[in-house]
């Protein structure tokens, strides 16, 4: 649904103002007072939030009343979106913040520019992602989906790590995909020139799966949690590249499970896992291998620089 100041729906008055948001398999009724936000809504980044699954995310956390700041690559579309939460969330306009995953220099500002303004963050949603037809390397050299799908998250949760406090908690969107990964060809990373962008995408995913164990593993005793998910086949323009024709579900389906990972009680203290249709579930059995979840995590440090003694509490 696409939120318009035209739209009679989100007609505002003073006093309050009542949203019915329609997410398939779920209604929400948010009423929202005119007021200050409290302390006690919690403030959420999503990044990769003015497309597809992420977006959808941002508006059903908003309308939940979450205090949630958006990330885009393009500050325009971003604008846009931050309007829609706007009349949604009937609470002022959400933050937005931009960066290009595909550069580090552009994940480290955008860090920096968050830490200078927010004492604390309650949840991180790592969703920003891209599918290539056609190997991209980044300025380091980096392949360019490896780069944007896994590095991506892994520096910038990192670089927000300070930020996070006892109960917050980290949501990653991986992929059903990453059970395609039998073996891991360690000698093509991370430029990838022997490319098939099917085989690029599922790696990307694997690794941000053996990121959220690695990472739950190193946060243990801090009180901040990590977990991963499959979101569903999900309609949009990813998958329109990366599967055409194949069944999906809308993004607002597809938002179900990260929102519930980053607000529901029921996930609260969890950590470790990965989730799928908000259900727990065992992720590929290579997955779990210790090994290839050290050498993937050193990796990331390395193509990063950055430590893993940065993340003890």
Same mark, same amino acid.
Not at 50 to 62: F, S, V
Not at 111 to 136: K, M
Not at 157 to 171: A, D, E, N, Q
């Given at each position: 649904?696409?939120?318009?100041d ?20 779920? %209604?929400?009724? @948010? =009423? ?6 409290t302390?006690?809504e919690?403030?959420?980044?999503? =990044? ?32 846009? !979106? ?12 959400? %933050? ?10 552009? @994940? ?8 200078s ?39 910038l ?12 908690? @980290? ?20 430029? $990838? ?28 005793g ?14 949009t ?10 069944a999906? @579900? ?8 990260? !929102? ?10 969890v ?32 193509? =990063? ?6 993340? $003890?509490g």
């Amino acid at each position: 649904m696409i939120y318009s100041d035209d739209n009679p729906a989100l007609a505002r008055s003073p006093q309050s103002l009542t949203v019915h948001v329609p997410l398939t398999g779920t %209604d929400i009724f @948010i =009423t929202s007072r005119s007021k200050k936000r409290t302390m006690a809504e919690p403030r959420i980044l999503v =990044t990769g939030s003015t497309d597809g699954i992420g977006k959808a995310t941002a508006i059903a956390l908003a309308a939940g009343g979450a205090e949630v700041i958006l990330h885009g690559r393009d500050e325009k579309k971003g604008r846009l !979106v931050q309007g829609e939460l706007a009349k949604i969330a009937g609470a002022g306009r959400p %933050d937005l913040v931009t960066a290009d995953y595909s550069r580090q220099a552009e @994940i480290r500002s955008m860090a920096a520019d968050l830490a200078s303004r927010y004492p604390r963050l309650d949840v991180i949603i790592n969703d920003a992602g891209t599918y290539q037809e056609a190997r991209h390397l980044t300025e380091e050299g980096i392949e360019l989906t490896f780069a944007v799908n896994y590095l991506g998250p892994f520096l910038l949760t990192h670089l927000l790590f300070p930020l996070l406090r006892k109960g917050s908690r @980290i949501v990653t969107v991986a992929s059903s995909a990453h059970f395609d990964v039998g073996r891991i060809d360690w000698d093509n990373l991370p430029g $990838q020139r022997r490319y098939d962008p099917w085989a690029a995408y599922a790696l990307s995913k694997f690794a941000d799966v053996t990121f959220t164990y690695t990472l739950a593993w190193n946060l243990e005793g801090t009180g901040i949690t990590a977990n991963c998910l499959h979101p569903g086949v999900v309609n949009t323009k990813l998958s329109r590249s990366a599967a055409p024709g194949i069944a999906t @579900i809308t993004p607002e389906e597809g938002a179900m499970t990260p !929102v519930w990972l980053a607000r529901s009680p029921d996930v609260a203290g969890v950590t470790g896992r990965y989730f799928d249709e908000k259900m727990e579930t065992a992720s590929s059995s290579l997955s779990h291998n210790r090994k290839v979840q050290e050498r993937l995590w050193k990796m990331a440090e390395d193509l =990063t620089g950055t430590g893993s003694s940065d993340w $003890q509490g």
